[in-house]
């Protein structure tokens, strides 16, 4: 479409015919219609435009309009962007994705749904350890590193099994969440490393360390379950004065049959470790000192491990080990999740977490 001209009459004569522009000596002035457009549409608040796609196991490969993927790493290589503050929405149909999948910083505001009845309908699934991998952080089945990612419903898994260090999941996202999910493994599992990360309503599971890393993580209404003795955290806080921590709300802690052995809540995998259990049932597998050092003979001296309503058979308070702490009730109000996780844009992944189905 080409310009147009737009007149604006002088004050000196006007002559005026209904349903016509007035006729009269007058300045011209030329604007383009197209200009003004841009200036109007300038102007409007900007509006998140979500992008929708989806993964199934019986797409022979990408659909023509990019809407449709077999694979999910394919899905997040050409996926379209959302537009400014969008998301990216992949709904992954039930099935086994035996692949590696990694969210990179230029996905961020990421979202997969499982579509299937229930987590453990769609599993993402590979095997690598630390020695087939060539070391720990190259084992991941799934590496998360873009800003605001959610999970919902599905299953992160590493099948490699007691073979040392082998990672279902790494998760270096600020303001992460996963709901309804399920992170299977052995050592490893979960390396919760880096941001702000909420696990709501989930089933984490393996053997030693199998929740590691620096995250300011909050597990609530959760099941942590443990295979064979060994340590729930491995927690890596490097000073005091560093805002991480693992926090665990309102969790059951649930152990195979460890033929009278026992397992432990955590170890220092870095001198000032904080992690806290608050109202969390235990079991009686549980070692009654409840922590350990990372060698034996060593101390937590400057780590901060701490509980307050712990219940079930394995709640043997008196018996903690020397430099753990029960928390009094103020004290326990700085782990809430909502304070916990704020940071200084106020975050509440609660809110957030609700507004996953």
Request: aromatic share 10%.
């Amino acid at each position: 479409m080409g310009d147009h001209t737009v007149t604006t009459p002088t004050a000196d004569r006007t002559e005026w015919t209904p349903g016509c522009v007035p006729v009269a000596k007058r300045k011209t002035r030329t604007f383009s219609y197209l200009a003004v457009a841009a200036a109007i549409l300038a102007s409007a608040p900007l509006r998140a435009q979500d992008v929708h796609v989806r993964v199934s196991p019986d797409l022979p490969g990408a659909t023509a309009d990019n809407t449709g993927f077999p694979t999910i790493q394919m899905a997040l290589d050409h996926a379209p962007q959302p537009g400014p503050g969008g998301r990216l929405y992949i709904e992954i149909a039930p099935g086994i994705y035996h692949e590696r999948v990694f969210v990179t910083q230029n996905r961020p505001r990421t979202t997969l749904m499982g579509t299937g009845a229930d987590p453990g309908k769609v599993v993402v699934s590979a095997s690598q350890n630390a020695k087939s991998a060539g070391g720990t952080f190259f084992t991941s089945t799934v590496q998360v590193s873009g800003d605001a990612f959610q999970a919902d419903n599905l299953t992160f898994e590493n099948t490699a099994g007691n073979t040392g260090q082998a990672v279902a999941i790494t998760v270096r996202s600020d303001r992460a969440i996963f709901k309804h999910c399920r992170f299977l493994g052995d050592q490893d599992t979960l390396f919760s490393d880096f941001g702000r990360q909420y696990f709501l309503d989930s089933y984490i599971q393996g053997g030693v360390d199998f929740i590691f890393g620096n995250a300011a993580a909050v597990f609530e209404s959760s099941e942590i379950h443990i295979i064979r003795p060994g340590y729930l955290t491995a927690q890596s806080r490097v000073s005091a004065e560093q805002s991480t921590g693992y926090v665990f709300h309102h969790d059951r802690i649930t152990a195979e049959d460890l033929d009278g052995r026992f397992f432990y809540l955590g170890r220092p995998w870095r001198p000032f470790s904080r992690v806290v259990f608050l109202d969390c049932v235990m079991p009686a597998s549980l070692s009654p000192q409840g922590w350990s050092p990372w060698t034996p003979g060593s101390t937590i001296e400057h780590t901060y491990y701490a509980e307050r309503g712990s219940d079930g058979p394995g709640a043997n308070v008196p018996s903690r080990l020397a430099g753990s702490r029960q928390l009094t009730a103020a004290e326990a109000k700085g782990f809430a999740t909502r304070k916990f996780l704020a940071g200084t844009d106020h975050w509440d992944p609660i809110a957030e977490a609700a507004r996953l189905p």
